[in-house]
C-alpha cells in the first residue's frame, strides 16, 4: 500500500474519531441526557438528599432553641444527654427563622421513637399539636404558612423503647424543615381565632388544615353596599346584602362557621361581639360545601368565616383549600336567612290576592321555615307546593304547626299548645312537595334539605294559595 494511502486512512480514522462529534442515537432509546430538578426534589423530600447535622445540647426551652435552616435535616436524640437511660427523654426545642417574605413550611420528623411535634409562636402561644403517628412512623406537618418575619418554635417530645438505655439509635431522629414562597391569596398562622383572623382581601383565599383540630379563621371587610369597595373605616352595610360562599376541600369533609360584626361602637367604645349566624357541615364523602343567601343585616361590618375538617381522607395539610365569597344585593322575593328554627325564624308569607310565592336555596341539612298569620276565626284552605329545579336539589315539604282540620287525608297537624301534635300532623315522609291545611289560625310550613342535597346553582319556589273552607 502506498504512502498516500496509508495517509488517506489515517486521515479518515482521526475524523471519525473526532471527540467532537455528537454519537448517534437510537430512536427507540429516548433522549441521551436527562435533567433532574435536585431543588424541586429536595424540597419534596428534603431528607432523602441532605447530610444530617447534630442537635446542640442544652435545648430544652424557647430561651436555647437551636436554629433550623431551611433545606437542612437535623438529627437529635430523644435520651437525656447526661445520662443513656430510658423513659420519656427531654424536649427539643428548635426555631424556625423570621424571613422577611411570606413562606409555606414542610417538617418531617422521623426515627424510632413515638414522636410528636408541637408548634409554639412567637409569644409562646401553642399553636397546634402533631402526634397522629405510631411508633417508628414519624411525623409531619404540611402546608404551615406564617407572615413575613415571624419565626415559629417547634418542640420535639416522644417515648422510646426501654432497650434505648443500651442502643442509643432507638432514641435517635431526623428533622427537617423545607420552605417555599406563601401564595398570595394565603392564610397566615396562627389564624385560630376572631382575633387573628386572615384579612380577606379579594373574593379568594386558600390554605391548609394542617391538624385534624386546625380551624383557620378569615375575616372580610364589608362596603356600604354591595359592589362598592370597602375601606378599614367603613361603616358597614347601609342596607342588608347576602353572602354566597364555595369552599373546595380535596381530601377533606369541610365545615364552615360564619359570624358576623355590627358596626359601631357602644357608648364606652368597645365593639358589639360578632354574633354566629350559621354553623354547617358538608355531607359525608363530600369535598365541597357550597352557600347562597346568607343574610347580612343593614349595619353589618365584618364577617367571618372559619374552616375547619370535620374527616380526612389523607394526611392534614397534603392539599390546599379554596375559599371564594362574594358579597351581593338581596334576591327579589327570596327567604331571608336564618330561618332554621320553626317557629321562631320562620319567614312570614303574604298572601296577596289569594296567593303567595318565595324562592329560597339550601345546603346540607339546611331548613326553611314560613309562617302565614292566622286568619281571625275564618277558616281558610291552603295549597302549598314545592316547585323543585332539578339537578342536585331535593327537598321535601311538611306542615310544622296548624290547627289542622283533617278531611282530605293528605298530610295535616295539630298543634295541642306544648309543641307537641297529634297522628296526622307528622306529616310527610320526607318526600312530599305538596301539602293541603284548612285552618283558621298559623301554619308553618317546612322546606327541608333532602338526602343533604343542596339547592345552590338554582332556587327551590313555594307557593301558596288559598280557597275559602267551610266554617269550624
Request: proline letters at 8%; charged letters at 25%; a negative charge.
Given at each position: ?81 447526661t445520662s443513656q437511660g430510658a423513659g420519656r427523654g427531654d424536649d427539643d426545642f428548635f426555631i424556625w427563622p423570621a424571613l422577611p417574605t411570606a413562606q409555606t413550611l414542610r417538617i418531617d420528623a422521623s ?17 397546634g399539636t402533631i402526634d397522629e403517628r405510631k411508633l417508628g412512623e414519624g411525623e409531619r406537618l404540611w402546608g404551615l404558612t406564617l407572615r413575613p418575619g415571624q419565626p415559629l418554635y417547634v418542640r420535639v417530645r416522644g417515648r422510646v423503647k426501654p432497650e434505648a ?308
Amino acid at each position: 500500500m502506498s504512502r498516500r494511502s496509508l495517509l488517506l486512512i489515517a486521515v479518515f480514522g482521526l475524523w471519525a474519531c473526532n471527540p467532537r462529534k455528537p454519537l448517534p442515537v437510537s430512536k427507540d432509546l429516548g433522549p441521551s441526557v436527562q435533567v433532574i430538578d435536585v431543588a424541586a426534589k429536595q424540597l419534596a423530600n428534603p431528607t432523602s438528599q441532605l447530610a444530617p447535622l447534630a442537635e446542640t445540647e442544652p435545648n430544652d426551652d424557647r430561651e436555647h432553641a437551636q436554629r433550623l435552616d431551611p433545606q437542612k435535616v437535623l438529627r437529635g436524640s430523644l435520651l437525656a444527654p447526661t445520662s443513656q437511660g430510658a423513659g420519656r427523654g427531654d424536649d427539643d426545642f428548635f426555631i424556625w427563622p423570621a424571613l422577611p417574605t411570606a413562606q409555606t413550611l414542610r417538617i418531617d420528623a422521623s426515627g424510632a421513637p413515638d414522636l410528636s411535634l408541637e408548634l409554639f409562636s412567637e409569644s409562646g402561644e401553642s399553636l397546634g399539636t402533631i402526634d397522629e403517628r405510631k411508633l417508628g412512623e414519624g411525623e409531619r406537618l404540611w402546608g404551615l404558612t406564617l407572615r413575613p418575619g415571624q419565626p415559629l418554635y417547634v418542640r420535639v417530645r416522644g417515648r422510646v423503647k426501654p432497650e434505648a438505655a443500651h442502643e442509643p439509635t432507638l432514641g435517635a431522629y431526623q428533622l427537617s424543615v423545607s420552605s417555599l414562597p406563601a401564595a398570595p391569596d394565603s392564610e397566615f398562622e396562627p389564624n385560630d381565632s376572631l382575633a387573628q383572623a386572615t384579612p380577606m382581601l379579594g373574593s379568594d383565599a386558600s390554605g391548609t388544615l394542617s391538624t385534624r383540630r386546625d380551624e383557620d379563621f378569615f375575616v372580610i371587610q364589608l362596603p356600604t353596599a354591595p359592589g362598592r369597595k370597602a375601606t378599614p373605616d367603613s361603616e358597614g352595610l347601609r342596607q342588608s346584602a347576602i353572602l354566597r360562599l364555595t369552599l373546595s376541600t380535596p381530601s377533606v369533609q369541610p365545615a364552615v362557621r360564619i359570624l358576623v360584626e355590627p358596626a359601631g361602637s357602644g357608648s364606652d367604645g368597645s365593639t358589639q361581639a360578632p354574633k354566629l349566624v350559621l354553623d354547617v357541615q358538608a355531607s359525608k364523602g363530600k369535598e365541597e360545601l357550597q352557600l347562597r343567601n346568607v343574610t347580612l343585616p343593614a349595619g353589618s361590618a365584618r364577617v367571618f368565616v372559619a374552616v375547619r375538617g370535620q374527616s380526612f381522607a389523607k394526611a392534614p395539610g397534603e392539599a390546599r383549600y379554596h375559599l371564594r365569597t362574594l358579597v351581593e344585593a338581596p334576591l327579589e322575593d327570596a327567604e331571608a336567612e336564618p330561618n332554621d328554627a320553626c317557629p321562631a325564624q320562620a319567614n312570614a308569607l303574604t298572601l296577596s290576592s289569594g296567593t303567595a310565592e318565595i324562592a329560597g336555596f339550601l345546603w346540607p341539612q339546611d331548613v326553611d321555615c314560613y309562617r302565614i298569620g292566622a286568619t281571625d276565626g275564618q277558616t281558610l284552605t291552603y295549597q302549598a307546593k314545592l316547585q323543585l329545579p332539578g339537578g342536585d336539589c331535593t327537598a321535601s315539604l311538611d306542615v310544622v304547626r296548624s290547627e289542622a282540620k283533617p278531611s282530605d287525608g293528605k298530610a295535616k297537624g295539630k298543634d295541642d299548645g306544648r309543641g307537641k301534635k297529634d297522628e296526622a300532623a307528622k306529616g310527610s315522609d320526607g318526600k312530599q312537595t305538596e301539602q293541603t291545611i284548612t285552618t283558621s289560625g298559623e301554619v308553618v310550613l317546612k322546606v327541608s334539605s333532602r338526602d343533604r342535597r343542596t339547592c345552590f346553582d338554582a332556587p327551590y319556589r313555594l307557593i301558596v294559595s288559598t280557597s275559602d273552607g267551610d266554617k269550624q
